[in-house]
């Protein structure tokens, strides 16, 4: 879309691919017109070269007729002939020249090193450890408690909502190779595994082991997801001030592991920021809002999931684009300075950064997620549950590979214990204060499973029992490179870092929202003063819903803080025509 703008821009920006040495031969630039209506060839050059790419991309998707009937139908509303498939577009044809600048990032697609011709499959990587079985009890078959494992499920549905292979394969396991947008060579290592090359940028470091110098801070990181299971029970009796007067605003993240334990020690209170004093657009303060922190903490968890049947973690920052584009308070002016822009430029040119960078967040991520093979919380809580408890060797069932005991969240089972068993066969055994999982909802519209203590063995983290945790490795979160990447772009291009009229919302009606369970018990409305308060709810969400311990969420941040900022830099240069 961007190409398709930029090719009637007469020289004030440059395209990416259309007439660039990395579009390859098939993304020549000839000499062609550029006259009459320039911004209806532009809107029909965006058009075709969109449908183009919406038809091939979804061509072997599982809705891929109802992606095409959408697709015609609105190319039919604007008036424009999907039966046009040339791309000889030096007569002047803008549906021609779309068609084309379609075919370039097609055929740049197929050799950008995501092996689309394969299906995007692996190439080299295998799973080191056998699969996790989480309706069984316990992690019995892990080999390595650092490395990923593959989780079988009775039923499994992807991304899209379908039914899958009950196993899925590690979705991305070599993505760091492929071609990106902003990444630079000086941000790159290659790593090598099984005589397998792993490109990684941004290389945050190795995360800590279950054993050896780093396995206090590889316990304290699982153990802590199981504690955060122990919020969502919103009777607790616990509160928060969830508007802006009380969270975000965080100054400075913590930049070693041994500092992380205070920084999420006051996240369990909600947020570790100091809160806004006032709303720079109205000068006002903001309007406090106490909620049950279980209601707060499960609608974060289901809120920024974007699992099945969602936009993606990525697309959720469009969406957020998207309502920040069309807030009547929003000026249109490219990193808040200059002339206004109209609506069409408005959404080329931040679609065209906020894309590049959230290209490079994948990468970056998951090269990174490849590289390190790492363990998700449901495998690693289960299995150092199996071996028993690391705190004390005077006490029983001591192992040093166990969990630690945390009095009140994470317990030896004693004989009398209601979950001793009937043969005191669980005696010995951890136990949690936890979220007790979906085996006990038959419909989540009217049933919940509360907090409780449940055998550790049997621990789930909140999500759908579908899925369980994502198929692929923990570290480093997706979601929170994604979100601090998209809230740097959105920071840098309307040149303000707070949303249009100093806060953006979303409304959340009281047992009319979660899908997991029933709930919330309250209205409530999530509210950001900032992109970036935005973006450290939803790392945050991913500890409550059980996906991600700090270790995975934090460097992800960090990656993301650099990312966003290179890849708007790198934009501006086309933009600006540099």
């Known amino acids: 879309m961007y190409d398709a703008w930029s090719a009637y821009s007469n020289g004030d920006s440059t395209p990416y691919l259309f007439g660039s ?7 020549h630039r000839i000499a062609f017109p550029v006259d009459g209506d320039v911004l209806a060839k532009r809107e029909e050059a965006i058009s075709y070269a969109a449908y183009r790419m919406i038809i091939a991309r979804f061509a072997n998707s599982p809705g891929r007729m109802g992606t095409r009937n959408a697709a015609n139908a609105l190319m039919l509303d604007l008036g424009y002939d999907t039966s046009i498939e040339t791309s000889d577009y030096h007569t002047g044809s803008a549906a021609a020249l779309g068609n084309y600048i379609a075919n370039c990032y097609l055929a740049y697609g197929a050799r950008d090193g995501s092996n689309e011709q394969g299906n995007y499959a692996n190439i080299e990587y295998q799973p080191f450890n056998p699969p996790i079985e ?5 992690n019995p078959d892990i080999i390595d408690l650092d490395r990923w494992q593959q989780i079988s499920l009775p039923l499994a549905i992807d991304q899209s909502g379908h039914q899958v292979n009950s196993v899925p394969p590690f979705a991305g396991a070599e993505w760091g190779q492929v071609a990106p947008f ?54 607790d009796g616990e509160v928060l001030d969830i508007s802006p007067r009380s969270i975000g605003n965080v100054q400075s993240y913590p930049a070693t592991v041994e500092e992380y334990d205070e920084f999420y020690d006051r996240l369990a209170g909600g947020d570790p920021g100091t809160g806004h004093a006032l709303n720079p657009a109205t000068g006002q303060p903001y309007e406090p809002q106490i909620v049950p922190r279980g209601d707060y903490a499960r609608v974060l968890a289901e809120f920024w999931a974007d699992g099945p049947d969602s936009e993606t973690p990525p697309g959720h920052w469009f969406v957020i684009f998207n309502s920040v584009s069309d807030n009547p308070l929003l000026v249109k002016r490219y990193e ?5 822009l109209g609506p069409l430029e408005w959404d080329v040119k931040g679609y065209f950064t906020l894309g590049g960078a959230m290209h490079d967040a994948a990468i970056a991520a998951w090269g990174v997620k490849g590289w390190y093979d790492y363990v998700r919380p449901v495998s690693a809580i289960r299995a150092m549950a199996d071996r028993g408890q690391s705190s004390d060797p005077l006490q029983p069932s001591y ?39 979906p085996t006990l909802i038959t419909d989540p519209a ?35 490179t994604f979100s601090r990447a998209a809230a740097e ?90």
């Open 21 to 27: 040495t990395q579009g390859g031969d098939h993304c």
């Open 446 to 480: 009217v049933d919940e499973a509360g907090v409780g203590w449940i055998l550790a063995e049997n621990w789930w983290p909140y999500q759908r029992p579908t899925l369980v945790t994502p198929p692929f490795a923990g570290y480093v979160s997706g979601h929170s």
């Open 336 to 340: 808040g300075a200059g002339p206004i």
């Open 399 to 437: 192992d040093p590979d166990g969990i630690p005991l945390e009095p009140g969240l994470i317990e030896l089972i004693a004989a009398g214990d209601p979950l001793a068993g009937a043969a005191n066969e669980n005696v010995g055994k951890i136990k949690l204060y936890a979220w007790r999982g």
């Open 182 to 235: 902003a990444l630079s060579a000086a941000d790159l290592g290659i790593r090598n595994r099984d005589g397998h090359d792993y490109w990684v940028y941004q290389d945050p470091g190795q995360p800590p082991s279950h054993a050896g110098s780093s396995s206090a801070a590889y316990k304290w990181s699982f153990s802590l997801v199981a504690i955060w299971s122990s919020h969502l029970d919103p009777t």
């Open 134 to 138: 989480p309706n069984l009890p316990g």
């Open 489 to 578: 772009v959105l920071t840098a291009l309307t040149g303000d870092p707070y949303f249009p009229g100093g806060m953006s919302s979303f409304e959340v009606k009281a047992n009319d929202f979660l899908v997991f369970e029933e709930g919330p018990t309250v209205d409530m409305t999530l509210e950001w003063a900032t992109y970036r308060d935005a973006a450290d709810q939803c790392s945050l969400s991913r500890i409550w819903g059980g996906i991600h311990p700090p270790i995975d969420d934090m460097p992800g941040r960090l990656m993301g803080a650099r990312v966003g900022p290179e890849a708007f830099e790198f934009a501006r240069s086309y933009i600006l025509g540099r």
